[in-house]
T-cell receptor
Framework: QKEVEQDPGPLSVPEGAIVSLNCTYS??????FMWYRQYSRKGPELLMY????GNKEDGRFTAQVDKSSKYISLFIRDSQPSDSATYLC???????FGKGTHLIIQP | DTGVSQDPRHKITKRGQNVTFRCDPI?????LYWYRQTLGQGPEFLTY????????KSRLLSDRFSAERPKGSFSTLEIQRTEQGDSAMYLC??????????FGSGTQLSVL
């Protein structure tokens, strides 16, 4: 079992929809995670850190951690075509990344 | 802040040749990371440095791979006797301790 797992998608939604991206982790020793966005042929860029539990908001983005189920979510409100990218969750120390979920926002 | 710079952007080589990639981190960042990424996968950690000290290496980093950061500034990643399975994007990132990782745009390696 990989330490951080994501459904690779693709996930296709219409513009303006709320997007839910999910990640699971296996090692309870690590409580902080990060969400990265990666456009094609570019390096990942950090979107946001999570708290150890609960919700963290930043503009249209909300990161949520459920420690009991070891589940990490990223919600994107009012999705835009420019949000089309691969979204990666990772341990906060940067040593383990998920495979990423490919998101497509349809205009 | 010019960001993390990687050179070259693309490298095509023949199997068995040696290749070397360079990474210039953000100047005040003392941590530097190398990753490998193949299509449809997330970045896989290879190694990281704090200043000139190589603090951790992944099991993925075989004997054919070596990384250096001689003066605690730029870093090089060398792959000896390349194999077709080495074809991937090689990413570099830098950070302050415990801080946000900033990634470069990567070096795309194709081994023919």
């Amino acid at each position: 079992q990989k330490e951080v797992e994501q459904d690779p998608g693709p996930l296709s939604v219409p513009e303006g929809a709320i997007v839910s991206l999910n990640c699971t982790y296996s090692n309870s020793a690590f409580q902080y995670f990060m969400w990265y966005r990666q456009y094609s042929r570019k390096g990942p860029e950090l979107l946001m850190y999570t708290y150890s539990s609960g919700n963290k908001e930043d503009g249209r983005f909300t990161a949520q951690v459920d420690k009991s189920s070891k589940y990490i979510s990223l919600f994107i409100r009012d999705s835009q075509p420019s949000d089309s990218a691969t979204y990666l969750c990772a341990r906060a120390d940067g040593l383990t990344f998920g495979k990423g979920t490919h998101l497509i926002i349809q205009p | 802040d010019t960001g993390v710079s990687q050179d070259p952007r693309h490298k095509i080589t023949k199997r068995g040749q040696n290749v070397t990639f360079r990474c210039d981190p953000i100047s005040e960042h003392n941590r530097l990371y190398w990753y490998r990424q193949t299509l449809g996968q997330g970045p896989e950690f290879l190694t990281y440095f704090q200043n000139e000290a190589q603090l951790e290496k992944s099991r993925l980093l075989s004997d054919r791979f070596s990384a250096e950061r001689p003066k605690g500034s730029f870093s090089t990643l060398e792959i000896q006797r390349t194999e077709q399975g080495d074809s991937a994007m090689y990413l570099c990132a830098s950070s302050l301790p415990g801080g946000k990782l900033f990634f470069g745009s990567g070096t795309q390696l194709s081994v023919l």
